[in-house]
């Protein structure tokens, strides 16, 4: 079992930048397949970014494609969403997601894949 932290969030204009981060205090997350997931008031849950730990592939959803990108930094345990060029859109409570490298180690945007959550972090973007 791994408990993941997020940190990061905040209140932004548009245009502007953010690094979230995803953090492991029990266990390391070199073996873990890592998700990003954002949820906006009254909307669903949806994947933002992925990041399998069998071979580093990555995949992003359609509407943050070229802005956002994933990343691992093995010496700091922690797994980073860099979001650039932020828009109002892009507000949301943002969540890690880890899932249990015993029967998955791809990179995937569902939400049902991963076991284990953080408690979120809020992201607004003003226009």
């Known amino acids: 079992q791994v408990q993941v932290v997020e940190s990061g969030g905040g209140l932004v204009q548009s245009g502007d930048s953010l690094r979230l981060s995803c953090a492991a205090s029990?266990?390391?997350?070199?073996?873990?397949?890592i998700g990003w997931f954002r949820q906006a008031p009254g909307k669903e849950r949806e994947g933002v970014s992925c990041?399998?730990?069998?071979?580093?592939?990555?995949s992003y959803a359609e509407s943050v494609k070229g802005r956002f990108t994933i990343s691992r930094d093995y010496v700091q345990n922690t797994v980073y969403l860099q979001m650039n060029n932020l828009k109002p859109e892009d507000t949301a409570v943002y969540y890690c997601?880890?899932?249990?490298?015993?029967?998955?180690?791809?990179?995937?945007?569902?939400?049902?894949?991963?076991?284990?959550w953080g408690y979120g972090t809020q992201v607004t973007v003003s226009a």
């Open positions: 029990t266990r390391t997350l070199d073996y873990y397949p």
């Open positions: 990041l399998s730990s069998r071979d580093g592939r990555t």
């Open positions: 997601a880890a899932d249990d490298p015993r029967f998955r180690t791809g990179c995937s945007l569902q939400a049902y894949e991963y076991d284990y």
